[in-house]
Nanobody, 128 residues
Framework: QVQLVESGGGLVQPGGSLRLSCTASGVTFDHNAIGWFRQAPGKEREGASC????????YYVDSVKGRFTISRDSAKNTVYLQMDSLKPEDTAIYYCGTAPRIHNPYYFCQGYILPDYWGQGTQVTVSS
């Protein structure tokens, strides 16, 4: 069976950093697009950052651009989200999701194509 396991969330002060991890079993990330989606209370789910299935091209929503970095480690079947200069508005549950053969990560993060599989989510809270 397919399982995505997320880790790395927690409570940090504004300006701090976190590194989220998503490790897959039963599916290979090597030829899949992966996205980090977040949902804050009372708000719609938002694609924060996505990476292509084939060439590692990336997409970032404007609000995180320059602060977040998504990367893939194929040998470990793991995708990371490095989050720096965190702001209170980054507070949300962060989910990883994956789907095959999406060359343009924009369409994945924008919700035109939905993930086949989701992780359980990890809470990120940015507060003083």
């Amino acid at each position: 069976q397919v399982q995505l396991v997320e880790s790395g969330g927690g409570l940090v002060q504004p300006g701090g950093s976190l590194r989220l991890s998503c490790t897959a079993s039963g599916v290979t990330f090597d030829h899949n697009a992966i996205g980090w989606f977040r949902q804050a209370p009372g708000k719609e789910r938002e694609g924060a950052s996505c990476i292509s299935s084939n060439d590692d091209s990336t997409y970032y929503v404007d609000s995180v651009k320059g602060r977040f970095t998504i990367s893939r480690d194929s040998a470990k079947n793991t995708v990371y989200l490095q989050m720096d200069s965190l702001k209170p508005e980054d507070t949300a549950i962060y989910y990883c999701g994956t789907a095959p053969r999406i060359h343009n990560p924009y369409y994945f993060c924008q919700g035109y194509i939905l993930p086949d599989y989701w992780g359980q989510g990890t809470q990120v809270t940015v507060s003083s």
